[in-house]
């Protein structure tokens, strides 16, 4: 099963989409998917990301069939 | 415990009512306290005309469902609510509100600042606001809390 990678605020509208799937093929990590769904792209130095709706940092494992979020800091409330 | 997430315009006096009414004895309860944001119409220095809350489906209630919880293993509570609006905003609505039962004031206080605190840094939300001018820009960072 392909990795589902979902965007949002104002590193959505940085990447220009909202959501893509990824091959799992050589993706071992968050930072991994970031670099192959940014095609490279340095993180912003704030990003956060989440994987399966859990906070996760960029070395956190994933596999396949996995959720990916990527996201700016929260400004709720 | 109760969470919930509006796509329309919401009265916190109206969910407080309602979560007495249908979740607590009157008799057991000593205490209620409880936070209500809204919004402003101004922001760092800028008159604001609207706002858009944009959050993570599924992520945004489990973060909330995980902070209420971690409420009530730490204190006494006979209930809690957290109500967050999403979507299109309006100067002047409320944007959250957090309130907390228990029999006596210290763990009511100290449980309703915990949940807003914890909201505002752990709980996906993010604010797209519009100037006056027209512009629109993201909210980066929340004030501090303490």
Redesign the interface.
Known sequence: MPIKV?F???LREQIGQAEMELPSDGVATVGDVWAQASAGAQPPAEVLA?VN???AGLDYPVSDGDEV?F??????? | MTIKLCAEAFSPWAEIAEYERASLEAGAVGACANFIGSMRDNNEGDAVVAMTLEHYPGMTEGALETIEREAVAKWDLLGCVIVHRVGEVRVGEPIVLCACWSAHRKAAFESCRFLMEELKSRAPFWKKETLASGETRWVERNTPGY
């Open positions: 979902r949002f605020a104002s989440a709706h859990t906070t979020g996201f700016p800091p929260v400004t709720g409330g």
